[in-house]
């Protein structure tokens, strides 16, 4: 064990030179990129009231379902206390406070916590929320944390985070798109925005684990296989509404997601076919014997995640969310 936990931390010492000469490709300059008010009526002009009208009608043509896959990414995106302590915590994070990887957590989480101030501020001034419910139910998704397989290593982490950010990538995308076509504008550009954060960041995590093949491929790859064997869950899959059990809402928020669209069982299987193409997998050489064999099974995995995908149903019982006005 020890062993292992000082391996990990030689190769994150290792990967932070290259993340630090690539850390400003992947995150913006913050006096220049986007702000939550670049979106948002200013409260200090005349046409203010008649902006938070404008915005309301737009809001009214919003479906049921969209408002509530909207909101279950909104607590999301507000559990970032969550996230950020997590990733303090991964071995060879926080070693050092003024360390590289110290760095990249806080202007990562700087970064995502736009996300989640936007959405809650349009949530807000939409009309169709009712805030209460929806601030219960952040505050218990902080308190109640996740628990995403990962332990403390450092591989399994940035392989979560290299899918997650490509999941939220997507959401954030099609909810942009529905937004549009809804009539909501306003929104769509948005979660346009968000989608491209989301995007940028992907990118970081799946660099940094390209570097942890270079450098250790055997232990990447069953870091790999026992993420992928174990599922990748949702960051908010401990979300419940105000009375329920830790978890109880989590189902009725994916379903709403899957059956517009949002993020289905082939996203999934289409992100787990780009990182291992990103990743090269196939090509990876290097492996001892249980590193081919974990290759095999990720080989395998798509289309055998197909399969079950295709055998689903879409989820048809409708039900109806405490955030939700009407
Ligand atoms: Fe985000
Ligand atoms: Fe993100």
């Known amino acids: 064990m020890k062993f292992f936990e000082e391996k990990r931390k030689e190769v994150m010492g290792h990967i932070e030179k290259f993340m630090l000469e690539k850390m400003n490709e992947y995150l913006k300059p913050i006096d220049t990129i986007w702000q939550p008010s670049d979106f948002l009526p200013d409260a200090s002009r005349d046409t203010f009231f008649s902006e938070i009208k404008e915005m309301q009608e737009s809001a009214r043509g919003l479906s049921y379902d969209l408002v509530a896959v909207l909101i279950g990414d909104t607590i999301t995106e507000e559990a970032l206390p969550t996230y950020e302590s997590w990733l303090t915590m991964v071995e060879g994070v926080s070693d050092n406070e003024e360390g590289g990887w110290m760095k990249w957590t806080r202007h990562w989480t700087a970064e995502e916590n736009r996300h989640g101030d936007l959405l809650n501020k349009y949530l807000y001034l939409s009309g169709r929320v009712n805030m209460r419910m929806m601030e219960v139910s ?13 332990g403390h290593d450092p591989y ?11 999941a939220t990538n997507v959401s954030h995308r099609r909810v942009a798109s529905q937004a549009k076509k809804d009539g909501d504008t306003l929104l769509s550009k948005m979660c346009g925005v968000i989608a491209g954060d989301e995007a940028r960041h992907a990118k970081a995590y799946k660099y940094f684990i390209e570097k942890i093949f270079e450098v250790d491929p055997n232990e990447a790859m069953l870091a790999f296989e026992d993420m992928m064997r174990k599922k990748i869950v949702m960051p908010a899959h401990f979300l419940r509404e105000v009375g329920l059990k830790i978890g109880q809402t989590f189902g009725h928020f994916t379903d709403a997601a899957e059956r517009l669209g949002i993020y289905t069982a082939i996203d999934y299987v289409d992100i787990l076919k780009e990182l291992i193409e990103d990743w090269h997998i196939e090509s990876v050489t290097d492996l001892k014997e249980d590193g081919e064999k974990a290759r095999d099974y990720i080989m395998n995995l798509p289309n055998r995640l197909l399969r079950v995908a295709e055998r689903m149903k879409n989820p048809m019982l409708e039900y109806k969310f405490s955030w939700i006005y009407g």
């Open 138 to 150: 952040t505050q218990y998704l902080i308190a109640d944390g996740f628990d995403i397989g990962t």
């Open 156 to 166: 399994r982490n940035f392989i979560y985070t290299s899918f997650q950010e490509l």
